[in-house]
């Protein structure tokens, strides 16, 4: 695995109804950060960020939007736990050797390392408890795109 450690990027709690989740964190002092609002058009996902000046960024999806970025979604699985855990790493290559590394160590893959649609190389593991852990590249604004649904 990369030597360098890799940093917390953000945490993704998946909801079935967001505007009641998004009310609920605004209620706790949460200010919406970005609500792009139903993305790709007629698809249904919905993403929102939240913050809270502390510099944590905490983010909401639902189903749809789930879906769409991690495979391990689109099937219906009540034992998975609605959060991603997302860590940043250095370089793309660095997505594919962690998630090498780590699922040769054992550790489940839910989403194999692909190129996706917000620009990052991304990949999904599961941690000892269950928790999917998001290994994400830094962003390149042009290997951005709309997916399909």
Same mark, same amino acid.
């Given at each position: 695995m990369s030597k360098? =450690?890799? +940093? *917390?990027?953000?945490v993704n709690l998946i909801v079935e109804d967001m505007d009641a989740a %998004? $009310?609920?964190?605004?209620r706790l002092g949460m200010t919406v950060r970005f609500d792009g609002g139903e993305w790709p058009a007629g698809s249904g996902a919905r993403? =929102? !960020? *939240? $913050?809270?000046?502390?510099? !944590? &960024?905490?983010e909401i999806d639902n189903l749809a939007m789930a879906r &769409? /970025?991690?495979s391990g979604w689109r099937a219906t699985d009540a034992a998975v736990p609605p959060? %991603? =855990?997302n860590f940043y790493v250095a370089s793309r290559e660095a997505v594919d050797e962690s998630y090498r590394a780590l699922t !040769?160590? @054992? /550790?489940?893959? +839910?989403?194999?390392?692909?190129?996706?649609?917000?620009? !990052? +190389?991304?990949? %999904?593991?599961?941690?000892?408890? @269950?928790?999917d852990v998001g290994l994400m590249s830094p962003i390149d604004q042009h290997k951005r795109f709309t997916p399909k649904t």
């Open positions: 360098q =450690v890799p +940093r *917390l990027a953000q %998004v $009310e609920f964190y605004q993403h =929102v !960020a *939240l $913050e809270n000046g502390d510099g !944590a &960024i905490f &769409i /970025y991690h959060v %991603v =855990v !040769a160590e @054992g /550790y489940s893959g +839910r989403q194999e390392p692909y190129d996706a649609f917000f620009g !990052a +190389r991304y990949a %999904v593991v599961s941690d000892p408890a @269950g928790n």
